[in-house]
Structure formats: structure tokens, C-alpha cells
């Protein structure tokens, strides 16, 4: 069973940094395409940045783009994102997930709050 488990969410400051974690079991991880996503309140769940299962190629929305970056470890089979210059926009849920051909169920997720 597909388990993803995220962490590393809190509250920080604007210009401040957090690094998510999501820990995950069930499948091969290494031969997924991962993605972080995030659900900002009364809005849609976004595709934020994605990550080859090599980790040779990455993705961006524009809206995170340079402030962002998106690594694996696929001995761990764990997916990080890194978050450098926060806004208060970047305040969410922020969730991780297989980034093609569908989506595994969700986990819980981690909070984002930016805020001073």
C-alpha cells in the first residue's frame, strides 16, 4: 500500500526558508516521476515542481521558480523541497505525490504558514 508521509512544515517568516520532507513506501520509488503540490485555502491543488525519477530533470511553476528547489533520494525514497524566500502567497497545504499519469490517495500533508 502506497504510503506518503509529509513533514517539515510550520510557520516562518517572509524571506525565511523550510525544507518539506515526504517519506514514502508502497512502491518503486525510483521509478516515479514525484511532484510537491500545494492547496492554498478555498483554492484548487497545485502542481508546484516536479522531479524526474532519475532527478535529472525538474520543473517549476513560475510562481516558485528560483525560490524553490525540488530533490530525491531514492535510497531513502523520500522527496524533499526546499523553500528559500517565502511569501505570504506560499501559505498552503503542501502535499507530494506522483507527478504523471495520475495520483496515489493523499497524504496528510504538511501546513505552510508565512506570515510576520
Known amino acids: 500500500q502506497v504510503q506518503l508521509v509529509e513533514s517539515g512544515g510550520g510557520l516562518a517568516q517572509p524571506g525565511g526558508s523550510l525544507r518539506l520532507s515526504c517519506a514514502t513506501s508502497g512502491f518503486s520509488f525510483n521509478t516515479y516521476i514525484m511532484g510537491w503540490y500545494r492547496q492554498a485555502p478555498g483554492k484548487q491543488r497545485e502542481l508546484v515542481a516536479d522531479?524526474?525519477?532519475?532527478?535529472?530533470?525538474?520543473n517549476y511553476d513560475d510562481s516558485v521558480k528560483g525560490r524553490f528547489i525540488i530533490s530525491r533520494d531514492n535510497i531513502r525514497n523520500t522527496v524533499y523541497l526546499q523553500m528559500n524566500s517565502l511569501k505570504p502567497e506560499d501559505t498552503a497545504v503542501y502535499f507530494c505525490n506522483r507527478a504523471r499519469g495520475g495520483v496515489w490517495d493523499w497524504g496528510q500533508g504538511t501546513q505552510v504558514t508565512v506570515s510576520s
Open positions: 522531479i524526474s525519477n532519475g532527478g535529472s530533470f525538474i
